[in-house]
């Protein structure tokens, strides 16, 4: 199960048992998330990508593209995605202004997965790799791999955002990378539902590093 630290201020840290942590800005949006796991339990089993990342198996080779598509959702200077973090302070802006419902449409979706993954790529001088999901044979999910094979993606946490969560575009990046681990089990990153259970509720102890905050 995972593990739930309260912040004097209200915010709350619900932390896997992977280490991975999701931050909430308050009681009340960490039980919509619940609410929401609870709701998609119901539904059943569903791969995030289903649907999404366009291409399928050759996404790869189209990410160039999609990046050309995506400065062309957003209406930014195709120049201005030069792979820096101004950069993604403006996609960021786009998103928050078009919603999370519309970012999740396959034709926006992809373009933000291949343009972040490929800042991801380079910030690690990776490699993309494709692989079959053994859940869903139907759908292929974009991962980016290391010198030592260690894998991180980009569309995890992407999808938590819109589906669920804040959008901070600009600060996630750089933490997935530092996050890739060995592949332990293809397929590990299923949906909102197999993926993140959240806590039912909150154990009143703070983080190690709560204290040092204001």
Same mark, same amino acid.
């Given at each position: ?47 995030? /990508? ?81 692989? /079959? ?82």
């Amino acid at each position: 199960t995972d593990s739930v630290y309260v912040h004097p201020n209200g915010q709350a840290l619900d932390v896997g048992l992977k280490g991975r942590g999701r931050l909430f800005k308050s009681q009340e949006e960490f039980l919509q998330a619940v609410q929401r796991y609870e709701e998609l339990s119901k539904r059943g089993w569903r791969h995030i /990508l289903k649907g999404r990342p366009l291409y399928g198996q050759d996404f790869i080779d189209h990410v160039p593209e999609l990046i050309d598509q995506l400065a062309e959702n957003f209406k930014i200077p195709r120049n201005e995605l030069d792979m820096s973090a101004g950069s993604l302070k403006k996609v960021e802006a786009k998103a928050k202004r078009f919603g999370r419902e519309k970012c999740l449409l396959p034709e926006y979706f992809a373009p933000l997965v291949a343009y972040i993954g490929e800042m991801m790529r380079q910030e690690i001088n990776g490699r993309w790799v494709m692989i /079959l999901s053994t859940r869903d044979k139907e759908v292929w999910e974009p991962w980016i791999v290391d010198s030592k094979d260690l894998y991180c993606n980009s569309w995890s946490a992407l999808y938590d955002m819109f589906s669920e969560g804040g959008i901070w575009i600009s600060a996630y990046p750089s933490l997935e990378v530092k996050l890739r681990q060995p592949w332990a089990e293809p397929s590990s990153q299923l949906n909102a539902v197999s993926q993140w259970a959240p806590a039912a509720g909150f154990i009143p102890t703070d983080p190690p590093d709560s204290k040092s905050e204001a």
